[in-house]
């Protein structure tokens, strides 16, 4: 579904009624970024299940959406193999 | 051919859902409004009736079941009364705001406590501000008649309608009341088809948080609708009238052609009150009546109009605003301030409770403004 | 040529839920749906109460979900949900609703819609999302608030003083088909007890153990381990009851002691050994009680 232009009330639905999905680019809210370390990885898939916002693609290893990502470690802290380590993104000044 | 029967306008309630092919109902049981639900829930048990009754543990969750089904796609139907339409008060607002059309009879009866079955309109006029559309009934016939009117309109519109009826007056009251062939009922009222509903296929967030970017955008467009309405519940009236030969209008006018002074009133009342007015007329009076029908959307200009013509108006409120006065009253002095006639508005409350309403006290009100201050306010039969 | 191969996954591939939801991280209640969409496929309309969910869903003009959602007041869920399963029915659109509720929502204020669904057996499946507070509003109690612990309206001087309502055996004694706890930590038992009671009808409820790093003062990347834990200590036992039998999905092979649960969460901060040691007597009464009913076989 196309983003929602609304110039005014006569182009909204008659309530609330969502047409797009769109969200919030969420990856900005991070602290941390999951870093991945294919070599250790068994293809497992569980970064991928576990990832509460849907943040990893499955494929022929994990892929992350890093507009989305929100650094909650979850997925790192899954990982078998510690084949994720959360690097510290926070500027310092 | 249409049928004639002989009922009370509870069931002038029920036949009126029946025949305008409600699809889901979902309600709750209170006096006197009992035997509308009765009645529906045999309807959909033979089979006469092709719709789910939802047997609700509220009046509450009457009104959410009526949303979702009207939410789902269907047409929705219940009926309450009182401290019932009391409890469903956030509701209310959700079927509007959430512009479902769902159809309601309200009994009007009095708030406890102390207890009380008995008729007034208290419960109904503290739902003003939900953005429900509100038609105010003299009779079973027009309680039958305007079920199928209310859906029509509310259906275009996409708002909610609360038809409503004495409590006793009518509810308990048995009148003859004439039902059209289904066929022609069927042409009159087609089937609900809202142009959102929840569908797998065009899948949307229904009532999703909404910032004070559109929020207040959302609002105006129910206002929009509500003026809408006033248009369109005179197209769905006239309509009606030339099908079935029934016009009710939404501000009845009797005897207005000529009068001096006007009486405004509504419900099962304004039929005394006609009565009364042609006592008076005999006696010289020059007096008219104007029912309020219609009190969602209000009918602003049609009280200027009637007001640009006579000496005197004479409101009856069977209800009172706590604090000021006849809530009627007050819509209708606020409906004059921009206009350029404005004759002396006179405001009774009377008849809380269930207390009688006999010609004598039409013609004693009548009377008592001929000589009252009209910075009073007037409970009419308060024992002092 | 050699096919690359593919990472496992143990539960359904295809997403229903969008990434950019603006719930917390390690937010147990938007990864509950995640899985629960998963389970229940594309042929299914969500009715959401007053709660986080109303804020996670996304505001207009965005939905995070590919279905049909209808936002509702607090205490409907059930109501609203049995207005558009009869609904759908008249059109004959055949869907599954589900209704997804908070514990607020759910305990208490829409205790009421919802025995009265149960009680009539609508046809949908309701789940739970228990986060043990009122979490949209700043972490008030709930009946669903542990004993001892921690909210802002059950400060750490005089924190909880009641049990959690047992809101399952709530469930039970209205005899509806099925009725299953599951945890957030637990992926796959909560999609399998979901596949099998999309196949069922009638009223089918769920409680869902949903961790919430907000409100339990617990580390976001523990966002699985907690009810783990939580089941580990049988401090939240995964079962179900099917048609009137229980049966115990996880049995702990070594049941720990609650601290192990309790320790994790910054909300069971202030308690004193002694408080640890009612809880613990308070869950292994519990347990054992649950055991018992699961000998008894078919119990209604
Ligand atoms: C009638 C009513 N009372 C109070 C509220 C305010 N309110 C909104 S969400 C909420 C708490 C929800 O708690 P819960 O159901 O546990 O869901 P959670 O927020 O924890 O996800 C409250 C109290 C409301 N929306 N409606
Ligand atoms: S850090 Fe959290 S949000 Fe980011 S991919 Fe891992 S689990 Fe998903
Ligand atoms: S959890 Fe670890 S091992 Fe498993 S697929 Fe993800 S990165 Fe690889
Ligand atoms: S407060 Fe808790 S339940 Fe609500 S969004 Fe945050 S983590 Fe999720
Ligand atoms: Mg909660």
Redesign the interface.
């Given at each position: 579904m196309s983003e929602a232009k609304f110039r005014g009330a006569h182009d909204l639905p008659p309530c609330s009624i969502s047409v797009t999905h769109e969200l919030t680019k969420t990856g900005n809210w991070r602290n941390s970024k999951p870093v991945f370390h294919k070599e250790k990885c068994i293809q497992c898939g569980i970064c991928w299940k576990v990832c509460p916002n849907a943040c990893i693609k499955l494929g022929e290893y994990p892929e992350w959406d890093m507009d989305y990502c929100k650094g909650c470690a979850v997925c790192a802290e899954e990982c078998p193999k510690d084949a994720i380590e959360m690097e510290d993104e926070r500027v310092m000044v | 051919m249409s049928t004639v029967k002989v009922i009370t306008g509870n069931h002038a309630a029920s036949f009126g859902a029946r025949d305008s092919r409600a699809?889901?109902i979902?309600a709750y049981p209170i006096t006197p409004q009992t035997q509308i639900v009765e009645l529906l829930s045999e309807f959909c048990a033979d089979g006469t009736l092709?719709?789910?009754f939802?047997?609700?543990?509220?009046e509450?969750?009457?009104m959410?079941?009526?949303?979702?089904?009207?939410?789902?796609?269907?047409r929705?139907y219940t009926a309450t009364s009182a401290h019932g339409l009391a409890l469903m008060h956030?509701?209310l607002h959700?079927a509007a705001?959430?512009?479902h059309p769902v159809v309601m009879a309200n009994v009007n009866r009095a708030m406890g406590p102390p207890w009380s079955i008995w008729t007034d309109q208290n419960d109904s006029l503290a739902q003003r501000d939900t953005g429900w559309l509100q038609f105010y009934c003299e009779s079973n016939q027009e309680v039958y008649d305007t079920t199928m009117i209310a859906f029509k309109a509310c259906e275009q519109v996409?708002l909610p309608g609360m038809l409503v009826l004495d409590a006793f007056i009518l509810s308990h009251t048995y009148e003859p009341v004439e039902m059209p062939d289904q066929e022609l009922i069927d042409e009159f009222l087609p089937p609900f088809d809202p142009?959102?509903k929840?569908?797998?296929d065009?899948?949307?967030?229904?009532?999703?948080?909404?910032?004070p970017e559109?929020y207040m955008?959302?609002r105006?467009?129910i206002q929009?609708?509500h003026e809408k309405a006033l248009v369109t519940v005179r197209e769905v009236e006239k309509e009606f009238g030339e099908t079935f030969g029934r016009y009710y209008g939404t501000l009845e006018l009797y005897r207005c052609d000529d009068a001096e002074e006007v009486i405004l009133i509504a419900g099962s009342t304004a039929s005394t009150a006609k009565d009364a007015v042609d006592i008076m007329r005999k006696g010289g009076r020059k007096i008219g009546l104007a029912r309020i029908k219609l009190f969602r959307p209000f009918p602003n200009e049609e009280i200027r109009d009637i007001a640009s013509r006579v000496n005197k108006m004479i409101v009856i409120d069977r209800n009172v605003s706590f604090g000021n006065q006849g809530i009627f009253f007050n819509e209708i002095k606020a409906s004059l301030y921009s206009a350029k006639n404005r004759p002396p508005v006179y405001g009774f409350v009377a008849g809380l409770g269930g207390r009688d309403m006999k010609i004598d006290d039409i013609t004693g009100i009548v009377e008592q403004a001929d000589t009252c201050d009209i910075e009073e306010i007037l409970w009419w039969g308060v024992k002092l | 040529m050699s096919e690359k191969k593919k990472m496992r996954a143990t539960i359904p591939e295809e997403e229903y839920m969008f990434p950019g939801t603006v719930d917390c991280q390690g937010c147990g209640a938007a990864y509950a749906m995640r899985l629960a969409l998963k389970a229940l496929g594309p042929k299914t309309m969500v009715v959401i109460p007053a709660c986080c969910w109303s804020i996670i869903a996304g505001p207009f003009p965005t939905s995070a979900l590919k279905m049909p959602i209808y936002h509702t007041a607090f205490e409907t869920a059930a109501a609203v949900a049995s207005g558009v399963k009869a609904g759908l029915s008249i059109r004959e659109k055949e869907a599954t609703v589900l209704a997804w509720a908070g514990d607020g929502g759910t305990f208490d204020i829409g205790v009421q819609s919802l025995s009265a669904a149960a009680e009539r057996n609508e046809d949908f499946i309701y789940v739970c999302y228990d986060n043990e507070a009122y979490m949209n509003t700043g972490i008030q109690r709930s009946s669903a608030t542990p004993w001892g612990a921690w909210t802002t309206t059950t400060p750490r001087k005089h924190p909880k003083d009641r049990p959690k309502k047992n809101m399952m055996e709530i469930m039970a004694a209205h005899r509806i088909p099925y009725a299953a706890s599951a945890t957030v930590g637990h992926p796959e038992d909560f999609v399998r007890k979901l596949k099998k009671a999309r196949e069922i009808r009638g009223t089918r409820f769920f409680h869902v153990l949903a961790t919430c790093p907000t409100g339990w003062r617990s580390p976001p990347e523990l966002m699985l381990e907690v009810p783990r834990l939580a089941v580990e200590t049988c401090v939240f036992p995964l079962y179900e009851i099917d048609n009137g039998v229980y049966s115990i999905s996880k049995k702990p092979k070594e049941k720990l002691p609650v601290t192990e649960y309790l320790k994790v969460q910054g909300r069971f901060r202030h308690l004193t050994d002694q408080q640890i040691q009612y809880i613990q007597e308070h869950v292994d009464e519990t347990w054992e009680l649950l055991l018992k009913k699961e000998k008894l076989g078919r119990l209604f």
């Open positions: - | 699809e889901v979902a092709k719709a789910k939802i047997k609700v543990e509220s509450h969750s009457a959410a079941a009526c949303i979702g089904a009207s939410a789902a796609g269907v929705a956030e509701m959700w705001n959430g512009r996409l142009p959102y929840m569908d797998l065009d899948a949307r967030a229904f009532g999703a948080l909404t910032t559109w955008e959302l105006y467009l929009e609708a | -």
